[in-house]
């Protein structure tokens, strides 16, 4: 089981003074403030390309906020919430983060997601975007879907179908992963495209804001797909969709440099591509900034 460390709450200015002692223009100055403050936590759009990086931890708040603020181009970072810890947990840590990026929160691992029943499941996409709705930026409501670890597929449609449904209908932003496996899936149902053609249902098909392809390269004897038609056969299926990279990374010291070049300088032509990427090891790799990959991920996002 994962340890979960409780993050540093944010500070916030003592209220003991009295409102009557302060001038109306410092009063006017100060409302001002808090306005400014309360609108930049505000989830919004998302401008392309995205540079995203994936966090599965949330503690040292103050080196992921200070890697992430110091980027020269403004990335999204994908926050992993983890299994069986409540909404609450993230409050302070992801309002910080959104001080200083874009935010994209993941609802729940794939490899969590046969733990929850539909109603957990649903419940669980409830109580995330009451605590959350107003600092996540992007909801992916499916992780990884079409895995063949997720368990059961009517109930991995009915949990990201249903957690489509909540997103949409408060408002928010949705976006749909999917695991890219051509080459290396022991069902043939479970075939990316095979799998998203059967069992997506088509309002997600016409619906869905984002769909991202998770890919890693260690998990599928190392290929090295061919990127454009893969994009191109996405946007055919998912018309209205932005499309990208979910998830890429690889756990080997010696190739991590490689992989990121190679992934964040991906060519793709295809309409309504954004890049996306979110490094897996983003909170092991990026955080503190010190670190040499740090330099090397805001090398190749800004130069692309």
């Given at each position: 089981m994962k340890t979960v460390l409780k993050p540093k709450a944010i500070s916030l200015p003592s209220r003991s003074f009295k409102k009557e002692s302060i001038p109306m223009f410092k009063r006017i100055l100060m409302s001002a403030a808090l306005l400014a403050i309360s609108a930049s936590a505000m989830a919004g759009p998302v401008p392309s390309p995205i540079y995203g990086m994936t966090?599965?931890?949330?503690?040292?708040?103050?080196?992921?906020?200070?890697?992430?603020?110091?980027?020269?181009?403004?990335?999204?970072a994908r926050i992993v919430f983890d299994e069986f810890v409540q909404p609450s947990y993230y409050r302070d840590p992801v309002v910080q983060i959104k001080q200083v990026s874009y935010v994209m929160g993941e609802l729940l691992d794939s490899f969590y997601v046969p733990k929850y029943s539909v109603n957990d499941y649903l419940q669980r996409t409830r109580d995330y975007t009451a605590q959350l709705g107003d600092a996540v930026d992007i909801w992916e409501v499916g992780n990884e879907v079409n895995g063949e670890w997720l368990g059961n597929t009517p109930d991995v449609v009915a949990k990201i179908s249903g957690a489509y449904d909540i997103v949409k209908g408060q408002g928010h932003t949705a976006a749909l992963t999917l695991y890219y496996n051509a080459g290396c899936y022991e069902k043939p149902a479970n075939e990316m495209f095979t799998w998203a053609a059967a069992n997506v249902p088509d309002r997600m098909k016409q619906g869905l804001d984002y769909v991202l392809i998770s890919y890693y390269e260690d998990d599928c004897e190392n290929l090295h797909p061919e990127w454009q038609p893969v994009f191109d056969k996405l946007h055919a299926m998912f018309p209205n969709s932005k499309i990208g990279f979910g998830e890429v990374g690889t756990s080997k010291k010696a190739k991590k440099q490689e992989y990121m070049q190679r992934y964040y300088s991906t060519k793709i032509t295809t309409p309504n591509f954004i890049g996306g990427y979110f490094w897996w090891y983003g909170k092991q790799d990026l955080v503190p900034m010190r670190k040499r990959l740090w330099q090397e991920f805001n090398n190749v996002t800004s130069k692309n």
């Open positions: 966090l599965d931890g949330v503690d040292r708040i103050d080196q992921i906020t200070q890697s992430l603020g110091n980027l020269q181009k403004k990335p999204t």
